[in-house]
């Protein structure tokens, strides 16, 4: 998240992820609506995940994010093996 998203969704919320797609009913709402903010194509509308288990600690956040990201490009490598 950034200024410039939180404005085009509305939303005081400038820090976190936003989540732009879901693959599985996690309850998580992916977004809908496709913009350009300062060049890159972002889907707006989806959730945005500002804390985990109650920590708001964007560092946190950021290192929870990478290794979900890996596990989840792990997995989809093992699935197209």
Do not use: P
Not at 1 to 30: F, R
Request: hydrophobic letters at 45%.
């Amino acid at each position: 998240m950034n200024y410039q998203i939180a404005q085009a969704m509305g939303t005081k919320v400038t820090y976190g992820w936003l989540v732009e797609s879901v693959s599985a009913q996690n309850g998580l709402k992916g977004g809908s609506t496709q913009a350009t903010i300062l060049g890159s194509n972002v889907i707006l509308g989806g959730d945005i995940v500002t804390a985990i288990n109650g920590v708001r600690n964007t560092l946190t956040l950021m290192i929870c994010f990478h290794i979900w990201s890996s596990i989840r490009c792990l997995a989809r490598q093992l699935i197209l093996l």
